[in-house]
């Protein structure tokens, strides 16, 4: 579903806290109801968390779907369809946080890789089936939503894909059985899994540790770990349990429910949970907040939250997996109070918003107090957002230590045209073929030379005969009687049909008729005092809008909308806020040439 980009991405939006609370409680029915009420918010908080945000798509494939994101864009749960009811789908990030969620079969290693080469599972391929609780029966009917995970001997592996049975656990697990086990939706490294923070899967849990009533069928023989079921047949001793025509699939795991880690480690109350967030606050005060322009305000409380808070919570707070560091685990128990309590403290100053008792919209941040005693005071400690950031510069370090992408080379190019055609002709060079700079200059000397233009008087002009006049002549100008040979040159060049070729490593080749024009990457205000990154004109480079935008999005956590140029031709790329240095960053790593990308940041000249 997910092999290729995603397309039509819409702006990601902040998803509101009553729909959020909606979401919440879909899941907790859903996914967790066999958990007692106090456990499965505490749950439910776990797997939609605050600051979540949802963004629209069309796969590859077509289907519309909703992606829901967490405030540093990991998706977490998606729909497909347009019906308001779609089956609520749970992404492997979510899955690696709550591993039991949903049913689980297993595979060998070896079928992974065709996994994710978008190859369904067969029911040839399936070693075990294992239940997320013992209540419920084994038999999984058809299009029951379900995980896929690596067999590991004695052991349950992390989730690697997600999909809906295709038939009946029973169907799968009868003799001789033959056709597709589940229908693969989503899976580690597809792209929906790239949006996220491309983190590797937890190691596999103990069967003790899950489990001690676990039934192997009699007539199954175990896999190693790792071994290719295709060649167990090799080894004449033993059948291999996922071949179709075994007779022996395992008839099922039952598997005893315990608390995930999360929920048997020790929990923050909400008082430390708000100390936590004030001290994240101090922290972004003393550091990014503080070099902020007065002009990048107002902030609504939404954005000031997520782009400032949360990712200047610390790196590591004991406890913190089993208790979200979010508003929702706080005292104040929402934003507006926390922000509130923060204005009278003076940190920070607030503009409510209009209307009768403070209900007509977000209230937002007017204004900081950096100079603050306890801002003053603050020692910075190494927060989430460094981590991410020491991450990213890691892998994007692996990456170059990959192979840097080759540079792609641009030559601009001329072609003989209308009467810049007749000196080529007395040269006796071809007029159906392009030249670089360096040709037509070449060219251009030998006609001198054999016609014997030099000024013999002063030998930097060229003597202009009735050849170069008639070449070089516009309509109500004259040409003089000599020029210089550099001024004569590019005179030429003007009168000549542009060109360009552009040479991309494994790629074709490209040659165009045309001037070239440089990528446009412009810095504009949009949307009242939005500020938002705009690119043109990268087409002819290779790149392709939606990888770019979706790229954007990832690396500059912000909104990407992709629009047609007005009254031109070829595609915007729009990315919220200010990130000019960035995205030149971004296309040199793609290759483009640094001298054919001009920036410009256009908010200087609004008042």
């Known amino acids: 579903m ?65 992606a829901y994101l967490s405030a540093d864009g990991e998706p977490l749960w998606f729909t497909l369809g ?7 789908i749970p992404t492997v990030y979510t899955l690696w946080k709550r591993p039991r969620l949903l049913p689980i079969l297993t595979t060998p290693e070896a079928v992974i890789p065709v996994l994710q080469n978008g190859a369904d599972l ?9 239940t997320h609780t013992p209540s419920e029966p084994i038999a999984l009917p058809e299009g029951r939503i379900v995980a896929i995970s690596q067999y590991t001997r004695n052991a349950l592996g992390a989730p690697l894909a997600v999909g809906t049975m295709a038939t009946s656990s029973d169907s799968i697990m009868a003799e001789n059985a033959r056709g597709k086990a589940v229908k693969v939706l989503h899976i580690f490294k597809d792209k929906l899994w790239e949006m996220g923070k491309r983190g590797a899967p937890p190691e596999p849990i103990s069967i003790s540790d899950v489990d001690s009533s676990i039934q192997e069928p009699e007539n199954t023989t175990e896999i190693e770990e790792g071994e290719n079921p295709e060649k167990s047949e090799e080894k004449g001793e033993e059948e291999s349990p996922v071949a179709a025509q075994s007779g022996s699939m395992p008839t099922s795991t039952s598997v005893n429910p315990q608390k995930s880690d999360d929920l048997a480690q020790p929990l923050l109350d909400p008082q430390e949970v708000s100390s936590i967030l004030r001290k994240s606050l101090i922290q972004s005060l003393s550091t990014t907040l503080s070099t902020l322009p007065s002009s990048a305000f107002p902030l609504l409380a939404t954005t000031f939250y997520t782009t400032y808070i949360l990712p200047a919570r610390p790196a590591y707070v004991p406890n913190s997996e089993s208790t979200p560091i979010d508003i929702k685990h706080s005292s104040h128990k929402n934003l507006s109070a926390f922000l509130r309590a923060a204005e009278k403290e003076g940190l920070l100053r607030l503009k409510e918003p209009k209307g009768k008792g403070g209900k007509g919209g977000d209230v937002q941040v007017i204004g900081v107090n950096e100079q603050h005693p306890d801002v003053c005071e603050h020692i910075v400690y190494k927060t989430i957002g460094d981590a991410d950031a020491k991450r990213e510069k890691k892998e994007e370090r692996e990456a170059k230590e990959r192979g840097a992408v080759k540079e792609i080379v641009v030559t601009e190019l001329w072609k003989p045209h209308q009467q810049s055609a007749r000196l080529f002709e007395e040269c006796k060079k071809e007029t159906s073929i392009v030249y670089s700079r360096q040709d037509v200059i070449k060219t251009l000397n030998e006609y001198i030379s054999t016609k014997e233009l030099v000024n013999p008087h002063q030998q930097q002009f060229i003597n202009i005969d009735d050849t170069l006049r008639a070449v070089l002549v516009t309509k109500g100008s004259e040409i003089p009687e000599f020029m210089k040979r550099n001024e ?32 446009s990457v412009e810095v504009k205000i949009r949307q ?14 290779g790149i392709d809008a939606d990888l770019f935008a979706e790229d954007l999005r990832r690396v500059c956590a912000g909104s990407t909308a992709i629009s047609d140029v ?16 960035t995205v030149e960053k971004m296309l040199v790593e793609r290759g483009v040439p640094q001298k054919w990308i001009v920036c410009a940041d256009m908010t200087g000249k609004k008042k």
């Open 2 to 66: 997910f092999k290729k980009a995603l397309t039509d991405l819409k702006t990601s939006a902040p998803l509101k806290n009553s729909d959020r609370r909606k979401l919440k409680s879909r899941v907790v029915q859903e996914y967790l109801p066999n958990l007692s009420a106090g456990d499965a918010s505490q749950v439910g908080d776990l797997l939609v968390p605050d600051g979540l945000q949802s963004i629209k798509f069309t796969s590859s494939a077509g289907t519309p779907g909703v």
């Open 82 to 88: 347009k019906n308001s009811n779609a089956d609520l």
């Open 122 to 130: 067969m029911s040839a391929g399936v070693v075990e089936i294992h």
């Open 488 to 519: 004569l040159s590019s005179l030429l060049l003007e009168k000549m049909q542009g060109w360009y070729r552009i040479e991309i490593e494994g790629k074709d080749t490209i040659l165009k008729k045309g001037k070239l024009t440089s990528i």
């Open 528 to 541: 009242g005092r939005k500020a938002c990154t705009l690119i043109t004109g990268y087409e002819p480079f």
């Open 566 to 581: 007005p009254g031109g031709k070829g595609k915007e790329v729009m990315v919220q806020g200010k990130h000019l240095k």
